[in-house]
């Protein structure tokens, strides 16, 4: 049986800015843009939608509709996905159902695409990609979540103008783009997301920043003109609340529930300290010995993309993925050691004296585990012994005094005691 050192319940806090009327701020920031001196009635307005978990995005989505018909005009939601859902138009019908995403309750249609066009060059000669579905609206509303990327990390990463290069660029474009590699990416980004600038009939954008809560803390309109540059200076805020792990050396991390839902690589490479991409050097802190996830959300859908990143899992991880969608991102995004399935075992028992065993070198007592329920949600976990005293010598630790026995249920899998809000992100 696992012979956990004693653990204890940490309960971390971190920045929390939120915003407390999202409709309110939605409509507040729409004004700002001044749409209704580029939008007249009848014109058709297409509003990005992609596929990641973002709270409060229904409200958000719904406000941008609401907003623009009040001007006339007549607007839809552009499915903006890039190879996700498989990279097929049913695929992603599939993913933004099961987020709510649809004409019920945005009150305006969806329109799913997969087919792609070349729009235009960049200045570098580079053919652009675009959407059919993007190429029919009089304007285009880009909405997303500015925040620090997997891969790469450069003047704007994960927000705005990715989603127009990637999402709106549809399978062919995320394709193209990921396929130059990490270390062309960050000039890729914003020469391809210009262009696309310079090409569609962009209005403006509408910028959401989570803080480590995955709360809205800031909602911001972007205008067209300097789209970069101001999405550069939400990306650097959007750092600021990033959470964290407890320490920066762990001997063994396990990890609850890994998936898209979580992370575009399923498990925060930010959060990890492991990138695992070929000639790229891992980051030196947080340094982890070993990685263990248990299990694969169903917001998922089977995509198990990072699953790599781990030593150790589970067979009913393995079960639950879905093998041509997870490989269909993973050769999109060229990381394809992020894929490799790593040693599983048939229950969590079985996995953590694995583990344990692989670091056999250490005395129970003084092994540095750390238990979280995904890379996401960060403020409670469980730690060891070692860490509970190294915590407990810095000022405002907010630790348990009781341990905490980690408890394997019937089928011997272990039984976190956390609450994971994911299934409340909308």
Same mark, same amino acid.
């Given at each position: 049986?696992?012979?956990?050192?004693?653990?204890?319940?940490?309960?971390?806090?971190?920045?929390?800015?939120?915003?407390?009327?999202?409709?309110?701020?939605?409509?507040?920031?729409?004004?700002?843009?001044?749409?209704?001196?580029?939008?007249?009635?009848?014109?058709?307005?297409?509003?990005?939608?992609?596929?990641?978990? !973002?709270?409060?995005? $229904?409200? +958000?989505? %719904?406000?941008?509709? @609401?907003?623009?018909?009040?001007?006339? *005009?007549? /607007?839809?939601?552009?499915?903006?996905?890039?190879?996700?859902?498989?990279?097929?138009?049913?695929?992603?019908?599939?993913?933004?159902?099961?987020?709510?995403?649809?004409?019920?309750?945005?009150?305006?249609?969806?329109?799913?695409?997969?087919?792609?066009?070349?729009?235009?060059?960049?200045?570098?000669?580079?053919?652009?990609?675009?959407?059919?579905?993007?190429?029919?609206?009089?304007?285009?509303?880009?909405?997303?979540?500015?925040?620090?990327?997997?891969?790469?990390?450069?003047?704007?990463?994960?927000?705005?103008?990715?989603?127009?290069?990637?999402?709106?660029?549809?399978?062919?474009?995320?394709?193209?783009?990921?396929?130059?590699?990490?270390?062309?990416?960050?000039?890729?980004?914003?020469?391809?997301?210009?262009?696309?600038?310079?090409?569609?009939? !962009?209005?403006?954008? $509408?910028? +959401?920043? %989570?803080?480590?809560? @995955?709360?809205?803390?800031?909602?911001? *309109?972007? /205008?067209?003109?300097?789209?970069?540059?101001?999405?550069?200076?939400?990306?650097?805020?959007?750092?600021?609340?990033?959470?964290?792990?407890?320490?920066?050396?762990?001997?063994?991390?396990?990890?609850?529930?890994?998936?898209?839902?979580?992370?575009?690589?399923?498990?925060?490479?930010?959060?990890?300290?492991?990138?695992?991409?070929?000639?790229?050097?891992?980051?030196?802190?947080?340094?982890?010995?070993?990685?263990?996830?248990?299990?694969?959300?169903?917001?998922?859908?089977?995509?198990?993309?990072?699953?790599?990143?781990?030593?150790?899992?589970?067979?009913?991880?393995?079960?639950?993925?879905?093998?041509?969608?997870?490989?269909?991102?993973?050769?999109?995004?060229?990381?394809?050691?992020?894929?490799?399935?790593?040693?599983?075992?048939?229950?969590?028992?079985?996995?953590?004296?694995?583990?344990?065993?692989?670091?056999?070198?250490?005395?129970?007592?003084?092994?540095?585990?750390?238990?979280?329920?995904?890379?996401?949600?960060?403020?409670?976990?469980?730690?060891?012994?070692?860490?509970?005293?190294?915590?407990?010598?810095?000022?405002?630790?907010?630790?348990?005094?009781?341990?905490?026995?980690?408890?394997?249920?019937?089928?011997?899998?272990?039984?976190?005691?956390?609450?994971?809000?994911?299934?409340?992100?909308?």
């Amino acid at each position: 049986m696992a012979n956990f050192p004693r653990m204890y319940r940490l309960k971390q806090h971190f920045a929390n800015p939120v915003v407390e009327d999202v409709p309110a701020t939605v409509q507040r920031e729409l004004a700002a843009l001044k749409l209704d001196e580029a939008v007249s009635p009848g014109r058709k307005i297409g509003i990005t939608v992609g596929s990641r978990g !973002i709270r409060n995005l $229904l409200p +958000i989505l %719904e406000g941008c509709a @609401e907003h623009l018909r009040r001007l006339g *005009a007549e /607007p839809y939601f552009i499915a903006a996905m890039g190879s996700h859902g498989g990279g097929r138009e049913q695929g992603q019908r599939e993913v933004l159902e099961s987020l709510g995403i649809n004409e019920k309750n945005l009150g305006a249609p969806v329109v799913a695409c997969d087919r792609c066009r070349v729009i235009a060059q960049t200045p570098g000669g580079l053919p652009v990609y675009c959407l059919e579905s993007a190429l029919e609206p009089d304007g285009i509303l880009v909405v997303n979540r500015v925040k620090t990327h997997t891969s790469f990390k450069a003047v704007v990463e994960s927000g705005l103008v990715k989603m127009m290069v990637v999402g709106l660029g549809g399978p062919s474009g995320a394709t193209q783009f990921h396929g130059f590699g990490w270390a062309e990416l960050p000039r890729l980004l914003p020469e391809i997301g210009r262009t696309v600038l310079n090409t569609l009939p !962009i209005l403006g954008g $509408l910028a +959401i920043v %989570e803080n480590a809560y @995955e709360e809205t803390a800031l909602v911001r *309109a972007v /205008p067209r003109e300097g789209m970069v540059e101001r999405e550069a200076e939400l990306l650097a805020y959007s750092k600021t609340l990033m959470p964290a792990l407890p320490v920066g050396e762990i001997d063994f991390l396990i990890i609850g529930e890994m998936g898209k839902n979580f992370s575009g690589t399923g498990i925060d490479t930010n959060i990890i300290g492991r990138i695992r991409i070929q000639g790229v050097p891992e980051p030196e802190t947080p340094f982890v010995k070993r990685i263990a996830v248990l299990d694969l959300s169903d917001a998922s859908h089977g995509n198990a993309h990072g699953i790599g990143l781990a030593d150790f899992t589970t067979r009913r991880l393995v079960d639950k993925m879905d093998r041509r969608v997870t490989y269909r991102n993973s050769l999109t995004s060229t990381f394809v050691v992020r894929s490799a399935i790593p040693m599983y075992f048939d229950t969590d028992e079985q996995l953590v004296d694995a583990a344990l065993a692989s670091l056999s070198g250490i005395p129970v007592e003084k092994l540095r585990i750390v238990v979280i329920p995904n890379t996401l949600f960060l403020n409670e976990c469980l730690v060891s012994e070692s860490i509970a005293e190294e915590l407990r010598k810095k000022p405002g630790p907010n630790l348990e005094p009781a341990p905490e026995e980690p408890a394997f249920d019937g089928d011997r899998n272990l039984v976190l005691p956390f609450y994971t809000p994911h299934q409340n992100y909308l």
